[in-house]
């Protein structure tokens, strides 16, 4: 079978697509025929072994492990001796490691069946986004509760990337009223998916102060981290909650470690709530929601461009561009049957 492989840390052109072993399910895995998996700024993180602190796990000098991807979608072609929840044929999401190969492999605690309305590759587009909009919020004090009263202010910065589409989506069916934070290209899309109010960046800054009447929210997802706490905090109500969910990342760490100490600094000296960091995990109970979410029609994944599997280099290289709307998705063969 065909898979990405990288040998060393680098920039796209490490990545490598190769023949190799099919591989064999342990006894509490699930062997996935991969029909479309997702690319994260994990992946391309990993990729080039950066910030440093990612060697750490994935090995010092050249990665331990030269598999990528971990958003999959497919059929389950064989099982493990102790997986009792799925059988051949059936159609599943979640997550795993080597997810841009052909076949890759899954422990039964990390997917769900796929919903039947939903295609491979919107499946594919939910694990680590939905992981993160869901943990986020849920740090932040917002769970599922559609006649939530008062309801819940959500500022979402940046609304149109692939963690925004789905925490736009998830707050608005949570019963939360969703502000969108993005360019003026995307506020048409922004309002399609649910955000009540949109603002763009490229006229307004909304952590600006000088206005009575300035909007103030319970809750800010931020995705994009370019804004200092302070001025964070500035658009929070007494006891909002600031949420890091992304932003640029500097190479030797300083900044993220900088965040962090000035976070749990002003969270002394304030009432609000600024999370100094986060990291979402895997989670079949949040697959579950998701399910449930896409099944429903809650949530309907954005997905911005396709690419195929030898062109998955180039897939990474866009999506370190910082302009994705949505997701980017890597299609393997018949991946456009559900």
Known sequence: MKAALYARYGPPEV?????????????????IRVRAASVNPLDWHFMRGTPYAVRIAAGLRKPKDQRLGVDVAGQVEAIGNNV??????????G?????????????????VLKPENVTFE??????????TALQGFRLAGL??????????????????????????????????????????????????????????YTQQDFTKTGSSNQQRYDIFFDCVGNHSLSASARVLNPKGSHVPAGGSTDVWMFRPIARMITALVLS???????IPFFMAKSSKDDLTVMHNLMQTGKVIPVIDRRYSLTELPEAIRYLETGHARGKVIIALEDQNNS
């Open 15 to 31: 990545v490598q697509i190769a023949d190799v072993a099919k591989p064999v399910p342990k006894d509490n895995q699930a062997l």
């Open 122 to 131: 919107q499946a594919a587009a939910a694990p680590v986004a939905a992981f």
């Open 268 to 274: 002394r000296l304030v009432t609000r709530k600024l």
């Open 84 to 93: 009792t929840q799925f059988r051949p044929g059936d159609a599943v999401f």
């Open 95 to 111: 997550s795993c490691h080597g997810a841009f190969a052909e076949y890759a492999c899954a422990s039964d605690a990390q997917l």
């Open 143 to 200: 769970t599922a509760n559609e006649h939530l009263q008062p309801r819940l202010k959500v500022l979402v910065n940046g609304a149109a990337g692939g963690v925004g589409t789905f925490a736009v989506q998830i707050a608005k069916s949570f019963g939360a009223e969703v502000t969108g934070v993005c360019s003026t290209r995307n506020l048409d899309m922004v309002r399609s998916i649910g955000a009540d109010h949109v603002i763009d």
